[in-house]
């Protein structure tokens, strides 16, 4: 029987999602270890995207498969899966899936949400959560800067490991750049994004606000294919998966 899950964790402590031999502090470990203790069996966990150290997830999707004379009501599973695994890891819902669904492969895209908080501000309670920037940005030049991201494009410079094998290309739909007195929230929607996108994408779009590149070079960064052209890694603590998206 296959389960479909939502998941929601605070990454701070955690060395990222996929799973790890040389440490127990990974999102896909943890859920893994609580899964195979109530299954009494050796269990694996398939999630929607691998979110880096340090990245969170307001809604993480899932998917296990149990055999069927152990499978559990979908909501005995979600209350098990929160009474025994860490505060910071939270499953939002758990329901029966198609045997063929899979949260990565059949997700058709992902939404981000990137948090900076403004030159000039403080506050104690986001400092966890989002990139403190040392400048004031131009939020009409990040927004120009942004309109040449959208589409499909080849976005190898904006990706710490390009594989030769895999493309990198992908289809960018949506940047949204909002502001308020204290924040700067950049929401990103994608067909897919690459290792680090995101946060490479957000530290460009920091440096076109702060004048460090113009506008009009993010085409030129898009040709080139390297990732020294593009801005600096925006911080993990900043990013957040917002949601997967289904047919």
Known sequence: MNYRLKIQYDGTRYKGWQR????EMTIQGKLE???SVYAGREMEIQGAGRTDAGVHALEQVANAHF??????EPGKLKDYLNEYLPEDIRVLSAERAGERFHSRLNARGK???YHIIKYGRDCVFQRKYAWKVENILDIDKMKKAAGYLLGTHDFQSFCSRASKKKSTVRTIHTIDIQETDDEI???YEGNGFLHNMVRILTGTLVAAGSGKLLPKEIPGILEK?????AGETAPAKGLFLEKVYYD
């Open 20 to 23: 790890q031999r040389e440490t």
């Open 33 to 35: 270890r609580v899964l």
């Open 67 to 72: 055999p069927d004379k152990c499978a559990p």
């Open 111 to 113: 939404r981000y949400g």
């Open 185 to 187: 929230y950049l929401i």
């Open 225 to 229: 294919k390297e990732r020294q052209n």
